[in-house]
C-alpha cells in the first residue's frame, strides 16, 4: 500500500487476556519499528527489525511483550496477560535503510489498546 | 542515550502570528526529524532534517548538527496548524531508532 497500515485501529480487551496488533509496512522498506504512546506522552520506542532479526529489543517493557516480523514484510506485536498499564497507542513505522543509520522514518496511525 | 529537549513546552497564538520551536539534541546525530501529530494522533512527516534548512510553504526548518540545535519556524499560522509538535533524532549506535522529545503542544485561536 502507499502508507504503513496497521490494525485494528482499535482493541478493548479484558484484564488478562492476550492481543496481537499488526503493522504492514511500505513496500520495499526494509526496517520496522514499534513505538508506544501513553495518554498525554511522548514516544517510547519499544522494538526494531531490520528484515526479519532484531537487533533492538531494549524498549520492551516486560517479557509479556514480544514482537516478530516475516518476510521481512508484516510485523506482529504481542501482548500476553494484558495490564492496564498497557492501554496506550501502539504505532509502527517503517524507513527504507541505507547504511547504518535508517532513513526518513514514516508512521501508520496507530491502534488504540484499552485494557477494562 | 541520546537526549532531546524540546522548547517551548507549551505554545499559544492567534492565527497570522508566527513562531519558532527549538529542538535541543545531546549528541551528534545523523538523522532528525520534524513531525506534526494532529487532533487525531496521526504522525504526519514535516521535514528529514539532519543538518542544513529546508522550506515547505509557510514551514521552514533548520538544523546546525555542529551546535546540536535545530528550529522549525511557522509563519502566519493557522487554527490548522495546532496539535503537537515532535522533534527527533538518530545518534550515535542506536540502529536506526529514532528518540523523540516531549514535544511542543501548539494551539492557534481564531
Known amino acids: 500500500g502507499a502508507g504503513v497500515s496497521q490494525s485494528p485501529s482499535n482493541k478493548v480487551t479484558e484484564k488478562g487476556k492476550d492481543v496481537e496488533l499488526r503493522c504492514d509496512p511500505i513496500?520495499?522498506?526494509?526496517?520496522l519499528y514499534w513505538y508506544r504512546q501513553s495518554l498525554g506522552q511522548g514516544l517510547e520506542f519499544l522494538i526494531y527489525?531490520?528484515?526479519?532479526?532484531?537487533?533492538?529489543k531494549s524498549g520492551l517493557p516486560s517479557d509479556r511483550f514480544s514482537a516478530e516480523r516475516t518476510g521481512g514484510s508484516v510485523s506482529t506485536l504481542t501482548i500476553q496477560r494484558t495490564q492496564q498499564e498497557d492501554s496506550a497507542v501502539y504505532l509502527c513505522?517503517?524507513?527504507?535503510?541505507?547504511?547504518?543509520?535508517?532513513?526518513?522514518?514514516?508512521f501508520g496511525e496507530g491502534s488504540r489498546l484499552t485494557v477494562l | 542515550g541520546i537526549q532531546v529537549e524540546q522548547s517551548p513546552p507549551d505554545l499559544i497564538l492567534q492565527e497570522g502570528a508566527n513562531s519558532t520551536l527549538r529542538c535541543n539534541f545531546s549528541?551528534?546525530?545523523?538523522?532528525l526529524q520534524w513531525f506534526h501529530q494532529n487532533p487525531w494522533g496521526q504522525l504526519i512527516n514535516l521535514f528529514y532534517?539532519?543538518?542544513g534548512t529546508k522550506q515547505n510553504g509557510r514551514l521552514s526548518a533548520t538544523t546546525v548538527a555542529t551546535e546540536r540545535y535545530s528550529l522549525l519556524y511557522i509563519s502566519s499560522s493557522q487554527t490548522t496548524d495546532s496539535g503537537v509538535y515532535f522533534c527527533?533524532?538518530?545518534?550515535?549506535?542506536?540502529?536506526?531508532?529514532?528518540?523523540f522529545g516531549q514535544g511542543t503542544i501548539l494551539t492557534v485561536h481564531p
Open positions: 513505522a517503517s524507513s527504507y535503510r541505507t547504511g547504518g543509520f535508517g532513513g526518513e522514518l514514516f
Open positions: 513496500s520495499g522498506h526494509t526496517a
Open positions: 527489525f531490520q528484515g526479519n532479526s532484531a537487533p533492538d
Open positions: 549528541d551528534s546525530v545523523n538523522n
Open positions: 532534517i539532519p543538518s
Open positions: 527527533a533524532v538518530t545518534g550515535g549506535t542506536s540502529y536506526g531508532k529514532l528518540t
